[in-house]
């Protein structure tokens, strides 16, 4: 399993959004953002249900673990995530994170997400209290926040994603547990550190990154 601890010193892991990098150059792309130092990879997956949007499945997937020794984070905004945990699965992803708001139980389809040896992970839209993923966080290993509506990339941040990451983070002290914290959406030199600051463990940005002339410099402003 290729994952990551919690980082340490109040510090946070960055993670690219391959939803704006340049498909016609992937493997490009992705050397250049390891060797910037990205500590994961995020990947965007949309079905145009959920989202109204579309983007890659398990066979895209399977490429980019062809090409990067990055920890990978399949991020299903689909309606339907349990049909596809097999097949994410054989792709070589790392953890799955599905939408609390999505179709299936969530339940059954983090029980077989863990079953496959892969880490479970939730996302809740801006407008999905934290409240709603209580009774499963014993069990995660990842709650992604999402601080845009999911489907699009190069959105408005929305600053309820600190609130939210405050509040999962003072739980999780509380109660003991050990997930990983991440957001995702409008993430920059402005949004990220404050996300940091409210324990965010995971800084997911796309467009920002990838935009930019010196990504090793970018990175490590937001790792902190």
């Keep these: 399993m290729n994952w990551l601890p919690r980082p340490a010193d109040g510090r946070s892991w960055v993670a690219p959004s391959l939803l704006a990098a340049d498909f016609a150059d992937l493997r490009a792309d992705v050397d250049a953002m390891a060797a910037a130092g990205s500590d994961l990879l995020h990947l965007d997956i949309m079905d145009g249900h959920f989202v109204p949007n579309l983007t890659f499945g398990p066979f895209i997937c399977q490429a980019i673990r062809r090409i990067s020794t990055l920890p990978l984070d399949a991020h299903l905004m689909i309606s339907h995530p349990a049909q596809y945990v097999e097949s994410f699965a054989r ?35 801006p407008g999905t209290p934290v409240d709603d993923i209580l009774p499963w966080l014993d069990r995660l290993d990842l709650v992604l926040v999402m601080s845009v509506e999911p489907g699009f990339g190069g959105q408005v941040f929305n600053p309820v994603a600190v609130e939210k990451i405050s509040d999962l983070a003072d739980r999780r002290e509380a109660d003991g547990h050990d997930f990983l914290i991440s957001v995702d959406g409008g993430i920059n030199a402005e949004t990220g550190p404050v996300c940091r600051q409210a324990g965010a463990d995971i800084l997911v940005s796309g467009s920002w990154l990838f935009g930019a002339r010196d990504r090793a410099a970018r990175l490590d402003l937001l790792r902190g």
């Design 91 to 125: 792709a070589g992803v790392d953890a799955i994170t599905i939408h609390v708001e999505a179709d299936d139980d969530v339940e059954e389809t983090l029980l077989r997400i863990g079953s496959l040896d892969l880490k479970r992970g939730i996302s809740i839209k």
